[in-house]
């Protein structure tokens, strides 16, 4: 990022051409050409994946990284894989989104005031992106929340990753984040004056089958966080 965007269109423009990391390019490009059966007859994105909604959101859902058969073939954040199924299915019952379902660009689906963004951009091997990878990708963060600043009220962060990917990136934009930074924890809730960050485990098929997270769990958070953000 050479220059600070002027817009989310920008911005996202940006993120799809970036190469910073080759650990990322080379995997997100070979399960391209790999594919997965079910998808073998699909062109994969296999790029770099934008945030997911509109430019004056008051809410910010920040996840982890796209997965490889999912936004990775998809091109858009948490859709088309399991995790994407459970947290769309949950943003529509709260009145956020406008389908429970999101399978490909192009699905009709929209988000009510909520945008969906990441700390990493690339599908990572194995869903587990480096610190030092975390740490290339955080400007798109930094830059992605500075545009949203003027309407954001609130954020939910699923998982301990994007927490504590989140957390510096609002204090170096000025958000007072205590020190030490608090910890990560389901239904942990941080107040940064204007700003409220809610803590939600993560969506992911294993702590869905586990029990860990649950469809009732994830609505009580994001209920929550949109009711600080002026959206009900």
């Avoid at 955080?138 to 949203?148: D, H, M, Q």
Wanted: proline residues 9%.
């Amino acid at each position: 990022m050479h220059t600070r965007p002027r817009s989310l269109a920008e911005l996202d423009a940006e993120v799809i051409g970036c190469r910073a990391c080759p650990r990322l390019v080379a995997w997100r490009e070979q399960v391209a050409r790999t594919k997965r059966p079910a998808y073998a007859d699909q062109e994969y994105w296999a790029r770099p994946v934008p945030g997911f909604g509109p430019a004056d959101a008051a809410l910010a859902i920040v996840g982890l990284a796209p997965s490889a058969h999912g936004a990775n073939r998809t091109g858009r954040m948490f859709t088309g894989d399991p995790s994407g199924d459970f947290l769309f299915r949950a943003l529509h019952e709260v009145g956020l989104a406008s389908q429970p379902t999101s399978t490909a660009i192009g699905d009709g689906l929209a988000l009510s005031g909520t945008r969906i963004v990441s700390p990493v951009r690339c599908a990572p091997p194995e869903n587990k992106p480096t610190p030092a990878e975390r740490d290339t990708c955080r400007p798109w963060l930094a830059a992605e929340l500075g545009l949203l600043r003027p309407a954001l009220r609130a954020i939910v962060v699923l998982g301990a990753f994007g927490w504590q990917a989140l957390m510096p990136v609002l204090a170096e934009a000025g958000w007072p984040v205590p020190s030490p930074r608090p910890a990560f924890g389901h239904g942990a809730v941080l107040r940064l004056d204007d700003l409220r960050v809610f803590g939600c485990y993560h969506v992911s098929p294993r702590n869905v089958q586990t029990h860990r997270v649950t469809h009732a769990m994830v609505c009580e958070v994001l209920a929550s966080a949109a009711e600080v953000a002026g959206l009900f």
